[in-house]
Nanobody, 121 residues
Framework: QVQLEESGGGSVQTGGSLRLACVAS????????MGWYRQAPGKQREMGAT???????NYAESVAGRITISRDNNKHAVFLQMNSLGADDTAVYFC???????????????WGQGTQVTVSA
């Protein structure tokens, strides 16, 4: 079993910054794609940023240029540095990880429980 634990959410004023962290634990051989998604009130969950094992990142247009995703493969961790935050960034942010629990296993997709980010004027 694999668990994803997110941290770093909270309240910030418009224009501020936050850094989210997510660590995967449990029976893990390696992780593949890891990423951050967000869900604002009344809206569907949307992709914010993803990164593959090699560190190549993919960003949603709505956040490109304001956020940076990074990862530590040795720690099975992924991070999200968010700058110039605005009210539209208010959402629950979820960590996602594709995990191989052993050599030759099928990839399994896991989600964290989410961390709240609130941006206010």
């Amino acid at each position: 079993q694999v668990q994803l634990e997110e941290s770093g959410g909270g309240s910030v004023q418009t224009g501020g910054s936050l850094r989210l962290a997510c660590v995967a634990s449990g029976t893990i051989f390696t992780t593949n794609t890891m990423g951050w998604y967000r869900q604002a009130p009344g809206k569907q969950r949307e992709m914010g940023a993803t990164t593959n094992y090699g560190g190549t990142a993919n960003y949603a247009e709505s956040v490109a240029g304001r956020i940076t995703i990074s990862r530590d493969n040795n720690k099975h961790a992924v991070f999200l540095q968010m700058n110039s935050l605005g009210a539209d960034d208010t959402a629950v942010y979820f960590c996602d990880a594709v995990v191989f629990w052993t050599v030759g296993a099928r990839p399994m997709d896991y989600w964290g429980q989410g961390t709240q980010v609130t941006v206010s004027a």
